[in-house]
């Protein structure tokens, strides 16, 4: 892959962290432990059968607290302290030849991850103000099955990938905006005396 190649990925990676950290960690594990996917020496680590193991076990945990309403907006604030680390090592490490980490990628890679953390988060925290659980439900699965999408693409193209997530990503920064505006507009106003 191209350095450019390289740094989309790295971008999609981060992105996806910020979303889903173990999922993306299990999922580059696996393309590098099943030979689909050359990993650089920095994310051979994320193919050893403990990471492995790990991040499967914590992504199966996430998959279920995410679909609880309340859980979700709990496991997101707690997992800020790992989705803005995974994502800036994740960057780092995709344009990493040598193994040393670069601060600029490193920089990037948790500025990413934490605008697709606070998008989650914030936007899954609005649809908690919902009554009906399945808007909540329907989220989480759409994230689940972005991420997955999103990872078995970047395989083959990451710029595609990384174009698809951006475009799925803006709509639903706007949706989330729209009803924070909506739901702002209905919150009782303090009585002012």
Not at 74 to 98: C, E, I, K
Not at 150 to 160: G, K, R
């Amino acid at each position: 892959m191209s350095e450019a190649h390289l740094f989309a990925a790295g971008v999609l990676l981060a992105w996806l962290a910020g979303v889903r950290a173990y999922l993306t960690v299990f999922g580059v594990g696996l393309a590098g432990a099943f030979g689909w996917l050359d990993l650089p020496p920095a994310l051979e680590a994320a193919a050893s059968p403990w990471v492995l193991g790990v991040s499967g076990v914590l992504a199966l945990v996430e998959f279920f607290a995410d679909k609880i309403p309340g859980v979700d907006s709990g496991w997101d604030l707690l997992q800020t302290l790992a989705r803005v680390p995974a994502g800036a090592f994740l960057a780092a490490a995709t344009l990493s030849p040598d193994g040393d980490l670069g601060a600029g990628m490193l920089a990037t890679g948790a500025g990413v991850a934490f605008a697709s953390h606070a998008l989650k988060a914030g936007s899954r925290l609005l649809l908690n103000a919902s009554p009906e659980p399945v808007s909540n439900l329907a989220a989480s699965t759409t994230e689940d099955v972005v991420t997955v999408g999103a990872l078995s693409l970047a395989l083959v193209s990451p710029w595609l990938a990384l174009a698809l997530v951006a475009a799925f990503a803006l709509p639903c920064a706007v949706a989330a905006w729209w009803l924070w505006r909506r739901l702002s507009r209905r919150a009782p106003q303090p009585v002012r005396g």
